[in-house]
């Protein structure tokens, strides 16, 4: 049974940083492309960040390039999002998901697979 869990979320204000963890099980990572996507109250669930199966190749919404950084660790089975210069409007849940085989890496119906979330909350 795959599963992908979240952990790292919670409250933090304007400026501040925050690391969210995804620990994947289940499944033979390395196979994988591992991604974020954020979904804030009464928003549609948007990609945030994905990184390739080697770990090489990062893509990223224009609205975090620059803030965040997302990694992997292959022994670990994780993948990682390094969130600097927080700001309210990342308040969301954020997700972790994962895909085998993609035609869109930004189209949320793209993953096979789908963590339960974790809530970030950036105050002002």
């Known amino acids: 049974q795959v599963q992908l869990v979240e952990s790292g979320g919670g409250l933090v204000q304007a400026g501040g940083s925050l690391t969210l963890s995804c620990a994947a099980s289940?499944?033979?990572?390395?196979?994988?492309?591992m991604a974020w996507f954020r979904q804030a109250p009464t928003k549609e669930r948007d990609f945030v960040a994905a990184i390739s199966r080697s770990g090489s190749t990062p893509y990223y919404a224009d609205s975090v390039r620059g803030r965040f950084t997302i990694s992997r660790h292959s022994a670990k089975n994780t993948v990682y999002l390094q969130m600097n210069s927080l700001e309210p409007e990342d308040t969301a849940v954020y997700y972790c998901?994962?895909?085998?085989?993609?035609?869109?890496?930004?189209?949320?119906?793209?993953?096979?697979?789908w963590g339960q979330g974790t809530q970030v909350n950036v105050s002002s």
């Open positions: 998901a994962a895909v085998r085989l993609h035609s869109s890496l930004y189209d949320q119906r793209t993953y096979d697979y």
């Open positions: 289940g499944l033979t990572f390395s196979i994988y492309t």
